[in-house]
């Protein structure tokens, strides 16, 4: 017996959220050992956490019968030092930038409002906005992934309420261009939504325009280069008036007690932060010279291979059959069928997904004779 008609009618167009698959299905499936099994289709850190996250995590254990502070001071302190912004201008959230996401979209959107997404992007900002009523308008990037601020601005109307960017993006790794982005913030009505969940590993940060302009909102996360994913740990930069907003309707006590010591620590840790970011511009260089496909540029800690003409559905499984777990894109709106995005590893982790292309690339020989 199932009652659907007891759900809102916004939720019966949203397809589920494709995470990347897990060590443990994929170690299930083809009989590996979970140990032997390589992670790199979520854009996790490969590097595991800051040793000094892990300690707070144990230092605060035996507080957490009690609730953390309201709004996280602790944490949005640490952020403001971090960032150099004021505290009237940060959020933490929690269950990371999702959570944030989730949040602006309450308080933004009323059924009917519009939000503009260039695709392919990362998936939850449609479902975040259309559970709340938004109805998506989706613009591609041009052919290098690049804006196309024109037609970004014809899709505008007066129903416009959000346009979310992602810089850099995931799934190509490309940064905004910082002229783009100012025209497109003083065209629209509306607030733009910058997400630089990958901003520690690229060259161009754009978090600065949050003090020129009253309509630009930075999402950021701990996840990625602060390897707390597991922690749910997310923030954004915001104008002071949208703060206040954001203060009346955000959850109480979002962030948990462990995440919000589990942020301060890692913060304070550029040992780790330094380690992490190294990691990633070496290792997307390598791939990008070594993998014998198409590897586009990247600013993030994942690289986007084109495998055409191969689909990318039948290279990700010859990557799963040699236990290297990689994101097939087809799940990206308007990504195509031959994109796999793979997550900068360790450099023994890199050799092994070099030579898996490499086995890989060979079906293209069979593809030729035939
Ligand atoms: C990973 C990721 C996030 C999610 O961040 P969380 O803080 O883990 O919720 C947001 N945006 C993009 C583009 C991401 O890749």
């Known amino acids: 017996m199932s009652r659907p008609e007891l759900v809102k009618k916004e939720i019966a167009g949203i397809s589920e959220y494709v995470p990347g698959k897990s060590i443990v299905e994929i170690a299930e499936l083809y009989g590996f050992d979970p140990a032997s099994v390589i992670k790199l289709g979520s854009n996790e850190n490969v590097l595991g956490p800051s040793p000094k996250a892990v300690d707070a995590i144990i230092a605060h254990a035996n507080n957490v019968n009690t609730y953390p502070s309201a709004v996280a001071s602790e944490l949005v302190d640490a952020l403001s030092i971090y960032t150099g912004f004021s505290v009237d201008n940060i959020c933490a ?31 939850y900002y449609s479902i975040a906005a259309s559970a709340n009523g938004a109805v998506p308008v989706y613009v591609k990037l041009r052919e290098d992934y690049s804006l196309d601020v024109e037609s970004i601005k014809k899709a505008e109307s007066e129903r416009t309420k959000v346009i979310f960017l992602c810089s850099p993006n995931n799934p190509t790794g490309k940064c905004v261009d910082e002229s783009d982005l100012r025209s497109i913030i003083e065209y629209t009505r509306g607030l733009v939504f910058v997400d630089e969940a990958y901003i520690e590993f690229s060259d161009s940060d754009v978090s600065h325009l949050v003090a020129e302009y009253d309509n630009i909102i930075i999402g950021r996360t701990l996840s990625k280069a602060f390897g707390l994913a597991g922690m749910r740990l997310g923030y954004g930069l915001m104008p ?67 495998v055409s003409p191969l689909k990318s559905k039948d290279v990700t499984v010859s990557l799963l059959e040699k236990g290297i777990i990689v994101r097939d894109c087809r799940s990206f709106k308007d990504a195509g069928d031959s994109l796999i995005r793979v997550t900068v590893g360790t450099t023994e982790q890199n050799k092994k997904v070099v030579a898996a292309f490499a086995a890989a690339s060979k079906m293209l020989k069979s593809l030729e004779y035939q």
Do not use: H
């Not at 990371?96 to 992007?121: A, F, H």
């Not at 949208?242 to 462990?258: A, G």
């Open 93 to 123: 959230s929690g269950p990371g930038m999702d959570g944030l996401l989730d949040n602006l979209m309450r308080l933004l959107i009323s059924p009917g409002d519009e939000v503009i997404i260039p695709t392919p992007t990362f998936s």
């Open 240 to 306: 002071s008036w949208l703060k206040s907003e954001y203060m009346k309707i955000v959850t109480p006590f979002n962030v948990s007690v462990p995440s919000v010591f589990a942020g301060v620590a890692a913060l304070s840790d550029s040992e780790y932060l330094n380690k992490s970011i190294t990691c990633a511009r070496e290792g997307r260089n390598y791939l990008m010279k070594n993998i014998p496909f198409k590897v586009y540029d990247s600013q993030a800690n994942f690289v986007l291979v084109d």
